[in-house]
């Protein structure tokens, strides 16, 4: 079972339009979460970084929450753009004791409309 | 941001064939490297970690005499997929660390092998 679980699975919105994914995980030892966007067919682009003590972080239209006591984020798009079209994974990381571990969401596809 | 590279963007190869992608990054010194695979609507596989000047450390079930790993130098990883088969078709995307686990990592453009 993964430890990173994202809902929606894919999600239609119009240009303009504000959206909510979210992201649950059981990862521990918790070091941080992130977010990235991976438009089709390139790299994942980091949007934000939280650690066991930030709650809101926000990159433009993008705000990100994070609830380590329910182990649960959000990523808020404000005001989506035709550019917005991507899919958006959550990533969180665990420290252990000389190593650290990457669990990978499956991800989210965001398609915005005119 | 960090910028990391990777070349070839996309390659097509005769089965049987190795292939050789690099991943470069630019603008600071890595500690570590990553090498992924992701499948059409899939999420990100991490296929081995690799740190500069020794062994690649290899996720289970990824054969280490086929995805041959060399991290040469603080700037420069390469992953060679040896006798490709079509099932090796997929996208491979590399990503580079400055402090491992915290400051987080920085990812390639990904190069879309294709295997025929």
């Known amino acids: 079972k993964n430890q990173v679980e994202q809902s929606p699975q894919s999600l239609i919105i119009l240009e303009g339009k504000n959206c909510t994914l979210q992201c649950n995980y059981t990862v521990s030892p918790f070091s941080n979460l992130r977010w990235y966007k991976q438009d089709t067919g390139r790299g994942p682009v980091s949007l934000t970084i939280?650690?066991?003590?930030?709650n809101t972080k926000s990159n433009g239209r993008y705000t990100a929450t994070l609830d380590a006591d329910t182990k649960q984020s959000s990523l808020h798009i404000t005001a989506s753009q035709l550019s917005d079209s991507a899919s958006y994974i959550c990533?969180?990381?665990?420290?252990?004791?000389?190593?650290?571990?990457?669990?990978f969401g499956a991800g989210t596809t965001v398609t915005v409309r005119a | 941001g960090a910028v990391v590279s990777q070349h070839p963007s996309r390659v097509i190869c005769k089965s049987g064939t190795s292939v050789k992608i690099e991943c470069r990054s630019l603008?600071?010194?890595?500690?570590?490297m990553f090498w992924y695979r992701q499948f059409p609507k899939q999420s990100l596989m991490l296929m081995a970690t690799s740190n500069e000047g020794s062994k690649a450390t290899y996720e289970q079930g990824v054969e280490k005499d086929k995805f041959l790993i060399n991290h040469a130098s603080l700037t420069l990883s390469t992953l060679t997929v040896t006798s490709a088969h079509p099932e090796d078709s997929s996208f491979y995307i590399c990503?580079?660390?400055?402090?491992?686990?915290?400051?987080?990592?920085?990812f390639g453009p990904g190069t879309r092998l294709t295997v025929l």
């Open positions: 939280m650690t066991f003590s930030e």
């Open positions: 603008d600071f010194q890595a500690t570590t």
């Open positions: 990503s580079a660390s400055l402090l491992r686990g915290a400051a987080g990592e920085f």
């Open positions: 990533v969180v990381s665990a420290y252990g004791s000389n190593d650290y571990k990457l669990s």
